[in-house]
């Protein structure tokens, strides 16, 4: 387990080489601990190991979903039956998918411009329609500049790095089309990142990227703005 330079949010993902896929989630340690995603039924017990390296999992006080994929959302039943005071937090679309896992819960509902306090970080959260399911949302923490964005800016890689300042460019495109295709309202959802101050893009698959932010934004929304 590696966290990045900001000092609080830890990768508690993991990589499948035979697929050059990572399955990512985040924890970010503050006043009320926050898991960002819950990875696959594949890979729960490795989330599980990692988060218990670093805090307790009947301390996490929110369970925050960017979409409810099973890369994404696979693992909650088995960490609900482990942390089950964890608030889910989902958006009313993503929510509704839940009973595929077997889970019938009221969530947290949260839609485009809501906040979440979590000690001295507050989330932001903004639609991002159709980029991996019709519900997904960018979960965006101004206090350290870190964009928890899905399927967004997410990639396959053949050899594993946890954060990368390479140009992936190509690698991001190539993911984009296949994975989410030529969709206006995609691609309209991450321009509006632009107005955001991102320090580091944490996606769903991949590694985490602290250069060429601005490229990428201009890259997949379909417009051009300058390399960071």
Not at 14 to 30: E, H, M, Q, R
Not at 167 to 184: C, H, K, P, R, W
């Amino acid at each position: 387990m590696i966290e990045p330079e900001q000092g609080y949010a830890y990768w508690v993902g993991d990589y499948i080489p035979s697929a050059g896929l990572s399955i990512n989630s985040y924890l970010i340690v503050d006043d009320y601990p926050t898991l960002i995603n819950t990875g696959a039924p594949i890979t729960i017990d490795t989330l599980i190991n990692k988060v218990e390296s670093v805090i307790k999992l009947t301390n996490i006080e929110y369970i925050v979903l960017t979409n409810a994929d099973i890369a994404y959302a696979g693992g909650l039943p088995r960490l609900l039956e482990i942390a089950p005071q964890a608030r889910v937090i989902a958006s009313a679309h993503e929510a509704m998918r839940l009973g595929l896992y077997g889970i019938y819960i009221q969530p947290l509902l949260i839609q485009d411009g809501d906040m979440l306090n979590i000690g001295k970080a507050t989330l932001q959260f903004y639609s991002a329609p159709f980029i991996g399911s019709p519900g997904s949302v960018f979960i965006f923490d101004a206090t350290s500049g870190i964009l928890f964005s899905g399927e967004a800016f997410s990639t396959t890689v053949s050899a594993w790095q946890i954060l990368t300042e390479e140009d992936m460019t190509e690698l991001l495109q190539a993911y984009f089309n296949v994975n989410i295709g030529d969709s206006a309202t995609a691609r309209d959802a991450i321009s509006r990142l632009k107005m955001l101050d991102i320090k580091l893009l944490a996606p769903g698959h991949g590694p985490m990227m602290r250069r060429h932010i601005d490229r990428y934004i201009g890259t997949l929304s379909g417009g051009y703005a300058e390399a960071a």
